[in-house]
């Protein structure tokens, strides 16, 4: 069956009395006389005051250029690495430093507290000691406990150090 | 042995976008473009806008922006189609601008269907095609289109749907209700086609 057998047989289905009816376009279709010749080269004409516009082959552009133009594909695959890396950053797990610590043996921690107790913040250590339950938990040698509060009670000032012996 | 004449309408498609392609035949190109399809296309948007001035404006638009963007063509469809949907959104664009400006009114429509009839048929036949049209003009824009593409072109729904980027199932509904509402038209005004 031919296309047009197609489009009349649905529209007598549709509507038998349009089928009936006689298919003509209206005469509006016609335009003045010589249009026709003349429109090719009235068009011609507005394009080539657009000279911007007026071409229909397109400019290539250096090939340098073409790294600026969007890329929607590298451009979306590059977000998601970014986004993932920013992720993962901000979402890492926090170092285990609690496991660190239980990994190393009572002896290499009072090791390394004897070796640069010098170094240690004297107020923080102070407050470390007094609230241990027992110092001697620590297994510092005596003489340089000794050492120490000799160290600690030197760098005192004298209304402290007074203070200190009237609370004990 | 004198050349034989081409027709501009035998001209291929692709001879014409070859010569788009350089600029040095680009004038050329554009000019058999032109000859090959401003009939056609002209055809196309005047029955969509009505007046000649209006078609005219439509179809110089029509063209410049074909030529702006004929390297945008990709041969997923055959030329025609792709300039058939640029002339139908171009027309379509000017009806909606018209209606921003309420310059275009009904009236116009119905004169234009009043007036611009066929010749040469008898009172009775003109009467029914002024009807006709009187009952098209008064349909929404969308069925419009669809109905005078599928009713005065035959066009198949498969081509519809390349140029307006509808579904078929979209356009037969489009259709099925235009036809339904030009036989209301001449049922309620008791217009009998026999």
Known sequence: MSQREDILRELDNLSPTLSKLKRQLPNAEAPPESYFDALPGQIWQQLKLQPAAASAVPARAPWWQSLWQPRPVWLGAASLLLAFVAGWFLLRPAPAAPDLLAALSEEEITGYIAAYIQEFDTDLLVRATVELPDASALHVEDTDLEEFWQEIIHSLDEKTLEAWLNEG | ?194
Request: glycine share 4%; charged share 20%.
């Open chain 2, 1 to 194: 042995m004198a050349p034989v004449q081409q027709s501009k309408t035998d001209i291929a498609d692709e001879y014409i976008l070859q010569l788009l392609q350089d600029a040095r035949s680009v004038e050329q190109g554009f000019r058999l473009l032109m000859g090959k399809y401003q009939q056609p296309l002209y055809a196309v948007i005047r029955r969509i806008v009505h007046q000649h001035e209006d078609a005219d404006d439509v179809l110089q638009n029509c063209f410049i922006n074909v030529f702006r963007n004929i390297h945008q063509f990709g041969g997923k469809s055959k030329l025609y189609t792709w300039l058939y949907r640029i002339a139908v959104n171009e027309a379509i664009t000017f009806l909606n601008q018209q209606k921003r400006h309420a310059t275009h009114s009904l009236e116009a429509g119905e004169g234009l269907a009043l007036s611009q009839l066929p010749a040469g048929d008898s009172p009775d036949a003109q009467a029914l095609q002024a009807h006709l049209q009187q009952a098209i003009s008064q349909l929404p824009e969308k069925q419009r289109i669809v109905f005078e593409m599928r009713y005065f072109d035959e066009m198949p729904y498969e081509k519809i749907e390349a140029i307006l980027h509808t579904s078929v199932g979209a356009l037969k509904a489009s259709y099925h209700h235009a036809v339904k509402k030009i036989e209301a038209y001449f049922k309620t005004n008791e217009i009998s086609i026999l």
